[in-house]
């Protein structure tokens, strides 16, 4: 998933991961690399679900 969210400094930020849930106002969005990012709802802005990559092709022999 990727959820834009806008900053008090008024600029925008993406966050891109796995939605790991949504209560109590804030959605926790692991990323690739396993940590863990916590948006307020209130900051949100847009959001939209991403495909899983492609499998990877075994190598040409």
């Known amino acids: 998933m990727s959820l834009r ?6 600029s925008y930020s ?3 991961g796995e939605l790991q849930g949504w209560a109590d106002g804030r959605l926790t969005v ?3 690399d396993g940590s863990i990012v916590s948006v307020p ?6 959001g ?3 495909p899983p990559p ?3 092709r075994a190598p040409r022999t």
């Open 54 to 56: 492609p499998p990877r």
């Open 14 to 16: 993406d966050v891109v």
């Open 30 to 32: 692991r990323r690739r």
């Open 5 to 10: 969210r806008r900053l008090a400094s008024g």
């Open 41 to 46: 709802e209130a900051e949100l802005v847009a």
């Open 48 to 50: 939209k679900t991403v």
